[in-house]
Each structure stands twice: as C-alpha cells, then as structure tokens.
C-alpha cells in the first residue's frame, strides 16, 4: 500500500447523459446512484434499498438496464445514460409514460421511475412475447403498493409501440 494520498478531485470520466456530453470527476467509490442524485441534482432515479434488490435505482446504460446502486460511476466512462428525466421528448411524454397514466400504474410513484426505465431496457433486449414473460423480466422492479398489474397493463399494452417489443 501507497502512503499517497487519494486524489480529492477523483477521476475524469466522459459520458453522455441523456443526450448531452458530460465532463465528470468522479470519486472511485463513488456510486452512478450518488453520482445522479447528489452530485447532478437528477433525483428521479430513487434510493430503495441501496443493495440491488428493488430496482428503484433502475437507469439505462447503452440502453440496457442496470442498478444504479450496484454500478460504480466510473465503469460508465464512455457510455451513455438515460434517466427517467430523458425518457419524455421535451413536453412530450414517451408513449411508456402516457401508459402509466392511462392504466394507472402507480400509486405512491416512487418506484414509478425504475418501473420505466426497466420496462425500456426490456423492451430493448426484445426478448418478451407475452404478459408471463413481462411478469418474469420486470420481477426484480418492485412496487410497495402492489399495482402490478395496472404496471403489467401499461407496459403490455406499450411494447408494440416500443423497439424490441413484440409485435401485434
């Protein structure tokens, strides 16, 4: 072990977060979840459990998705982000988040933010065909008020719109 002392200012990284180049330092520790939150103000991704368990912290990463908790800032260099605040097209809501309301697929709303983003990356990895396959794909996204099945009806009825999703 060195005896020199950690860089305060971190590591330079370089991203794109939705849509925009970022220019970042970054402490080695640091989670992309803290990263986002406490560092870029972007609050919509929430904290649940802080473990990977509930999928609250739920983000896309070159359109798949992962845990923010569990991804460290710094394996993000070079890649691109979309948060739930890059979902919707300026005013526009993305037809994903039209469905939420539609169906009322939330309640309190905080998971609400990871429940897309999943829904997105699933939708993006094109491997469901059917509402079982959706509950399977989406079963680490969870809701504390239980509105799964307005979630499952909003995201069913959304994946043909959707690239990757099954088609009518």
Known sequence: MSDTPTDPSGQAIS???NGTPRQLQVQPWTTLLDLLREQLDL???KKGCDHGQCGACTVLRNGRRVNACLTLAIMCDGDQLTTIEGVA???SLHPL???FIEHDAFQCG?????????????ANEGRVRSRDEIKEAMSGNLCRCGAYSNILDAVEA???????????
């Open 15 to 17: 991203l794109t977060l």
């Open 89 to 91: 097209d300026g005013d």
């Open 110 to 122: 905080y998971c609400t933010p990871g429940q897309i983003c999943s829904a997105l990356g699933m």
């Open 158 to 168: 959304t994946l043909p719109l959707i690239h990757g999703g099954p088609q009518p």
């Open 97 to 99: 988040q039209q469905a």
């Open 43 to 45: 609050t919509g991704t």
